[in-house]
């Protein structure tokens, strides 16, 4: 039997009330009740541009919303910009007039940078007792790292560092203790040689152990490339050929080609696909980010980390440091609500709430006293390893890109210089002297040019 | 009349004026400002500062990567360009023939041209290996060791050279419509006078391929001096600046080391060396190309 549909009239005027009872309520709640979109339509917009994307975004976005959900006034809108054409795009962007908030740069150019207009300075916006926090609490690496003659431009927002990475294992099989590392960088060097692996034709099939990175070794060996006293370029120094010495002679040890050929057969070093998880290097001198690699992708690989052991002679919890900034750009139309957002994700005013950001992204924190609070504490548990990094952190001999305002130039020579001496090309010796000489030029050039030295 | 004339030259302008508008915006202006911006220090941020010909003065004599990368440069194009045109002609008079499936062959050797610069790098980063590249493997094959190509400074720029060759297919097209476009009545009275294939070859085809030729060197030599995407992509200009071409070390001064004035200096130099290359080939023509009347 089919029901007929209902021509009630009373029946109707009850629905007809029911229904709009309800939507009178809806819209009543709707305004009444302030919702997020309406909250958020009221807040000053704050732009800030990072590169952070792959694996990073969501933890970065996750940083975003707690200060977005913390804030009345402010509300950061976050652009993810690819890191080729960062630096390009925030340049034209501030020619265009239109410059973002805030940025977090990796290029190592924040002197360069301010010296030639595109950065502000943000201690102007820092409360005088944050100023006196950072003073006081930060790491002594991130303590001096962003200064450009007298004014913080950058805020250090995770600093790489370097320590050895080894793998017991490869230790048991040639029959050394992995519990007895080796104390200097000589012996660790001959370690690294008994633990080295070739076929029946002489190719290389897993390396030992083999210092790379001129910059990366040269603060073991007591080196570096400026003097933070006196402000000047220390390129050619005997502690700096001592290293480059090391270095070049390690490597000819093996063989250049050898090498060459070893590494150009080994996959791309990110996520699971880092060689040092297949075991293609033993012993290795990494950055921190390691760590979460490790955790993520290979969990059950038994390794240990320890600071670069110094040469005979040389600085012990010694490494180079690369460091994120967060920077505002001259003519950032919101610079308050930007140093909101830099404070808040720093911890400068709560280093308890920034310690549940550090671990997310596996960055090095800014302050030892991020690592008290228990959401560190926590995290420290599942990556024992990082206690190395801030057991080294805490050090007085890390080394940075010396704030000259051609900072870019240089690391390219040193670079270049690392090239030449470790394939071969020129002796150490020369290679530095070369160095010298080719600074000591573009620094004449720039003067000839009124840039500034 | 006139006035009609005007009102229709007008409503010309009118639909060109897109393309008009944005030539001066984005070519001329740009083109024009970059010969007084060579004249000052100028770091993208900050107004440009006068300094006279202080740049033009400093790379001419005082700035030894100028003429290390113009040398790289120069190499390139000398070896690249000469090969693509070998290389296009003597495709083109083999896909001349006329045998079974000759378009798909011109097909196939066309394909690589129309690849982008970017993927086609990615491509050849994989192919020069030292260790598991395509290369060395074939000549392992052989029982040769190749090199370490694009690691090695000795090899890396003839790496880029021998990359070249694999955009030979689109000049091949074009010396392959010159070649369509040779009478056949003059190979015809070759055959009769006893001309043998290669006679006809050297005294027909080439000399007539010759305006083809010639549009391809200049457009070549052009394009060699403004090599850049293939470096910037697979070597940055190492191992110890063997790559370092010059439209590299341009962009390096000007993006890198915020150096715009210098910058535009270099690019205002480059533009005279391809000015001059190209002058001097016209002038040359008279000597080697062939015009058919």
Same mark, same amino acid.
Not at chain 1, 66 to 93: C, G, H, W
């Given at each position: 039997m089919e029901t007929e549909p209902s021509h009630d009239p009373a029946r109707r005027r009850i629905l007809k009330n029911v229904v709009g009872t309800a939507a009178a309520a809806a819209t009543a709640a709707f305004l009444l009740q302030p919702s997020q979109f309406l909250l958020r339509k009221k807040r000053t917009p704050v732009r800030f541009w990072h590169q952070l994307g792959g694996e990073w975004l969501q933890p970065m976005e996750s940083i975003i919303?707690?200060?977005?959900?913390?804030?009345?006034?402010?509300?950061?809108?976050?652009?993810?910009?690819?890191?080729?054409?960062?630096? *390009?795009?925030?340049?034209?962007?501030?020619?265009?007039?239109?410059?973002?908030?805030?940025?977090?740069?990796?290029?190592?150019?924040?002197?360069?940078?301010?010296?030639?207009?595109?950065?502000?300075?943000?201690d102007p916006y820092m409360r005088p007792e944050e100023m006196a926090w950072f003073l006081q609490n930060a790491y002594p690496v991130v303590r001096k790292s962003g200064w450009y003659k007298g004014r913080l431009y950058g805020l250090v927002m995770g600093f790489d560092l370097w320590v050895i990475y080894y793998r017991p294992d490869h230790f048991r099989q040639a029959g050394l203790d992995p519990d007895r590392f080796p104390e200097t960088l000589e012996e660790l060097t001959k370690?690294?040689?008994?633990?080295?692996?070739?076929?029946?034709?002489?190719?290389?099939?897993?390396?030992?152990?083999?210092?790379?990175?001129?910059?990366?070794?040269?603060? *073991?060996?007591?080196?570096?490339?400026?003097?933070?006293q006196t402000g000047a370029l220390t390129l050619n120094?005997?502690?700096?050929?001592?290293?480059?010495?090391?270095?070049?002679?390690?490597?000819?040890?093996?063989?250049?080609?050898?090498?060459?050929?070893?590494?150009?057969?080994?996959?791309?070093?990110?996520?699971? *696909?880092?060689?040092?998880?297949?075991?293609?290097? *033993?012993?290795?001198?990494?950055?921190?980010?390691?760590?979460?690699?490790?955790?993520?992708?290979?969990?059950?690989?038994?390794?240990?980390?320890?600071?670069?052991?110094?040469?005979?002679?040389?600085?012990?919890?010694?490494?180079?440091?690369?460091?994120?900034?967060?920077?505002?750009?001259?003519?950032a139309p919101q610079p308050r609500g930007a140093w909101e957002y830099i404070r808040f994700w720093a911890g400068l005013d709560d280093p308890a709430r920034s310690a549940g950001f550090y671990p997310i992204l596996g960055w090095m924190p800014l302050s030892p006293r991020v690592t008290h609070a228990p959401a560190y504490e926590n995290w420290l548990k599942t990556a024992p390893t990082y206690r190395t990094f801030l057991k080294v952190a805490e050090s007085q001999n890390i080394r940075i890109t010396p704030p000259v305002p051609y900072q870019l130039y240089l690391m390219d020579q040193v670079q270049k210089t690392d090239d030449l001496a470790t394939r071969g090309t020129l002796s150490p010796e020369e290679a530095l002297e070369k160095l010298e000489k080719d600074v000591a030029h573009e620094r004449q050039r720039r003067k000839e040019l009124g840039y500034a030295e | 009349m006139r006035s009609k004339s005007l009102k229709k030259n007008l409503i010309g302008y009118a639909f060109i004026s897109p393309w008009i508008i944005g030539f001066l915006m984005f070519t001329a202006g740009p083109f024009l400002t970059s010969i007084y911006l060579s004249f000052t220090r100028y770091n993208i941020v900050t107004p440009p500062v006068w300094v006279g010909a202080q740049n033009y003065k400093m790379l001419l004599h005082d700035d030894p990567q100028f003429g290390k990368s113009l040398w790289v440069?120069?190499?390139?194009?000398?070896?690249?360009?000469?090969?693509?045109?070998?290389? @296009?002609?003597?495709?083109?008079?083999?896909?001349?023939?006329?045998?079974?499936?000759?378009?798909? $062959?011109?097909?196939?050797?066309?394909?690589?041209?129309?690849v982008p610069t970017v993927a086609m790098a990615t491509i050849f980063i994989w192919i020069l290996n030292p260790e598991i590249g395509l290369l060395n493997t074939l000549l392992h094959l052989f029982h040769i060791q190749g090199p370490?190509?694009?690691?090695?400074?000795?090899?890396?720029?003839?790496?880029?050279?021998?990359?070249?060759?694999?955009?030979?297919? @689109?000049?091949?097209?074009? $010396?392959?419509?010159?070649?369509?476009?040779?009478?056949?009545?003059? $190979?015809?009275?070759?055959?009769?006078?006893?001309?043998?294939?290669?006679?006809?070859?050297?005294?027909?085809?080439?000399?007539?391929?010759?305006p083809v030729i010639f549009f391809n060197l200049v457009m070549g030599i052009i394009g060699s001096f403004q090599y850049f995407t293939e470096v910037y992509m697979m070597t940055r200009g190492g191992p110890e600046d063997s790559t370092m071409f010059y439209a590299l070390y341009l962009f390096e001064r000007a993006w890198r080391y915020l150096d715009m004035g210098y910058a535009s200096a270099l690019a205002w130099v480059l533009f005279a060396v391809i000015m001059t290359l190209t002058l001097l080939i016209f002038r040359s023509q008279r000597r080697w190309v062939h015009y058919g009347n």
């Open positions: 919303e707690a200060f977005n959900r913390s804030q009345e006034r402010y509300e950061v809108i976050p652009l993810l910009v690819a890191d080729t054409e960062a630096d *390009s795009k925030l340049m034209l962007s501030m020619v265009g007039g239109d410059p973002p908030d805030v940025v977090l740069i990796w290029t190592q150019a924040t002197s360069e940078w301010a010296e030639s207009g595109l950065l502000q300075p943000l370690v690294g040689e008994k633990l080295h692996r070739f076929d029946s034709g002489g190719n290389i099939t897993r390396i030992g152990f083999l210092p790379t990175g001129f910059q990366t070794f040269v603060p *073991s060996f007591g080196g570096g490339f400026y003097d933070e120094r005997p502690e700096n050929l001592r290293a480059l010495r090391f270095l070049a002679e390690s490597r000819k040890q093996i063989g250049f080609d050898k090498v060459v050929r070893f590494e150009s057969g080994l996959t791309s070093g990110d996520g699971a *696909s880092w060689p040092f998880i297949n075991g293609s290097y *033993s012993i290795i001198a990494e950055g921190e980010w390691r760590v979460e690699t490790l955790r993520k992708y290979a969990p059950q690989l038994e390794y240990r980390t320890v600071p670069i052991p110094p040469p005979v002679g040389g600085k012990r919890n010694a490494s180079f440091s690369m460091t994120n900034f967060l920077v505002m750009p001259k003519g | 440069t120069f190499r390139y194009a000398l070896v690249s360009v000469p090969l693509g045109i070998i290389t @296009g002609v003597s495709l083109a008079l083999l896909l001349n023939q006329k045998v079974r499936g000759i378009s798909i $062959y011109r097909t196939l050797f066309f394909l690589p041209s129309i370490a190509w694009l690691q090695d400074p000795a090899w890396a720029p003839w790496s880029l050279v021998f990359m070249s060759i694999w955009g030979v297919g @689109g000049s091949m097209v074009i $010396y392959l419509a010159g070649l369509k476009d040779i009478p056949s009545y003059l $190979y015809e009275a070759a055959l009769i006078d006893g001309a043998g294939a290669l006679q006809r070859v050297r005294h027909i085809t080439l000399p007539m391929l010759t």
